[in-house]
């Protein structure tokens, strides 16, 4: 009578705990939708160049940077008795005072540095509030409780699945509002819209306590300084360093050409913005079907194998889009507005179809203590490594010679695009090849 009461109670909490974690990684995903109004601001608002819209864009990303010193507190750091949901619930709380906050300014006149600094800040709340999520989805992944039955242990794959579909769910639908919603509404409408709704989840998370959702508790008065040393022995492991390493570098090579391509469908192609907003929800739903297969087809195979076989079909996709920008495909009778719904927004996502099989690697080697801590530094050496391709991007475009108005060059641009993005093949030894958790006594 008591096994079955306790084991309601943790059926209880693991429904809690999948509600505030697919909330926050809906709206992770959901992001996508005042972002999407940022470029046409940007663009039609305050006139910027595609150098410019791409520099400021992948600027606005350096908070994401700093996410292992936001992991090394929420690891070390409790407050009240909590050391995640008050740092979800905080990082809420920044984003939606950002968002609401160029709202206001909007009515009288916004200035490109403004509008940054208040970027930055709403970008520091989605990292602080990202670090907590998947800090929380690290431990509990790897946590087995000795009263648990087998068939109700979770393991540090599916829940991963789940979240990743969460996050593309709210991808789809962000993008596909947004397409929509930038033709009817002004840019300010939808950030004040997006700023509501994380006050709505800001006052959700704050009336959770975190001793319901049953997460495994660290020591409390380990202190700073003691998770940093053991997040330094982590990374010292060479299956993680390396892991990481290349990781890291196969994004930072690869020259972005966001801003541009941005500029060449919309001003060039005058591609309407509900067709890139159909281009990026397919994209999403490519996401969100990805999950599924990498949950029941794909887990057993070797990270290796896997993210070399998506690099290669990265650099198969950039030479297509060589084909498009020559208009060879409009000239078979492909329109424009079909390619860009369908090879460019499934080129845009495979860029994030590595990070699925290299989260549960690192989750699976990651000593236990330091969850917050390696996850924060994973996702900040990949969003350090996009800012490096956004200004690696800004300067092929300049050495290419494109334009706000001068496409010529851009063809040549995608094929150093392309080379680049099959480099780290060369060194894709560096990925352990052998994903099988290790077993651990401690």
């Known amino acids: 009578m008591v096994s079955s009461s306790s084991s309601r109670e943790g059926w209880g909490r693991w429904d809690l705990l999948r509600a505030i974690l697919g909330l926050g990684f809906w709206f992770q995903g959901f992001r996508c939708y005042p972002w999407m109004a940022v470029n046409y601001f940007l663009k039609d608002g305050l006139n910027v160049n595609p150098s410019t819209l791409?520099?400021?864009?992948?600027?606005?990303?350096?908070?994401m940077v700093a996410k292992p010193f936001y992991g090394l507190i929420s690891d070390a750091v409790y407050i009240s008795g909590q050391h995640r949901i008050p740092y979800i619930a905080f990082g809420a709380f920044l984003q939606a005072a950002s968002w609401i906050t160029i709202v206001i300014l909007s009515k009288s006149g916004i200035s490109i540095l403004s509008l940054t600094i208040f970027l930055l800040l709403g970008n520091l709340g989605a990292s602080i509030a990202e670090v907590?999520?998947?800090?929380?989805?690290?431990?509990?992944?790897?946590?087995?409780?000795?009263s648990a039955k087998k068939s109700e242990s979770l393991s540090s794959g599916q829940l991963q699945s789940f979240v990743w579909m969460a996050s593309s769910v709210g991808g789809v639908l962000g993008n596909l509002i947004g397409g929509v919603a930038i033709d009817k509404f002004s840019p300010q409408a939808m950030f004040l819209s997006f700023g509501v709704l994380l006050t709505i989840q800001f006052l959700i998370t704050i009336s959770v306590h975190e001793s319901s959702l049953n997460l495994p508790k660290n020591a409390s008065n380990e202190g700073i300084r003691k998770q940093l040393s053991k997040l330094v022995v982590a990374l010292r492991k060479p299956e993680i360093a390396y892991s990481i390493t290349w990781f890291a570098a196969s994004y930072a090579i690869i020259p972005a050409l966001t801003g541009t391509m941005f500029y060449y469908q919309t001003e060039h192609l005058?591609?309407?913005?509900?067709?890139?907003?159909?281009?990026?929800?397919?994209?999403q739903a490519a996401m969100l079907f990805w999950s599924v297969i990498y949950n029941k087809k794909l887990k057993s195979v070797p990270s290796r194998k896997l993210i070399s076989a998506i690099q290669v079909t990265m650099a198969v996709f950039m030479v297509s889009d060589v084909i498009f920008v020559k208009g060879i495909y409009r000239q078979m009778g492909v329109p424009d507005s079909v390619y860009v719904v369908t090879f460019s927004g499934l080129?845009?996502?495979?860029?994030?179809?590595?990070?699925?099989?290299?989260?549960?690697?690192?989750?699976?080697?990651?000593?236990?203590?330091?969850?917050?801590?390696?996850?924060?530094?994973?996702m900040s050496a990949i969003a350090l490594?996009?800012?490096?391709?956004?200004?690696?991007?800004?300067?092929?475009?300049s050495y290419v010679g494109v334009t706000g108005s001068d496409f010529s060059g851009l063809p040549h641009g995608l094929l150093v695009q392309?080379?680049?993005?099959?480099?780290?093949?060369?060194?894709?030894?560096?990925?352990?090849?052998?994903?099988?958790?290790?077993s651990r006594s401690d």
């Not at 791409?54 to 908070?63: G, V």
């Not at 005058?270 to 990026?280: A, H, R």
């Open 132 to 146: 907590a999520n998947d800090a929380i989805v690290a431990e509990t992944g790897k946590q087995r409780t000795s």
């Open 270 to 283: 005058k591609i309407e913005s509900s067709v890139l907003g159909i281009s990026k929800v397919f994209g």
């Open 54 to 63: 791409q520099l400021l864009m992948n600027s606005a990303n350096l908070p």
């Open 385 to 397: 490594s996009f800012i490096i391709s956004g200004y690696l991007g800004v300067a092929l475009a």
């Open 347 to 378: 080129l845009e996502v495979l860029f994030f179809f590595k990070i699925l099989p290299i989260s549960v690697l690192i989750a699976q080697l990651c000593p236990p203590g330091c969850e917050g801590s390696l996850m924060a530094f994973v």
């Open 418 to 438: 392309a080379l680049c993005t099959l480099i780290p093949l060369y060194w894709v030894s560096c990925i352990p090849d052998d994903k099988k958790p290790k």
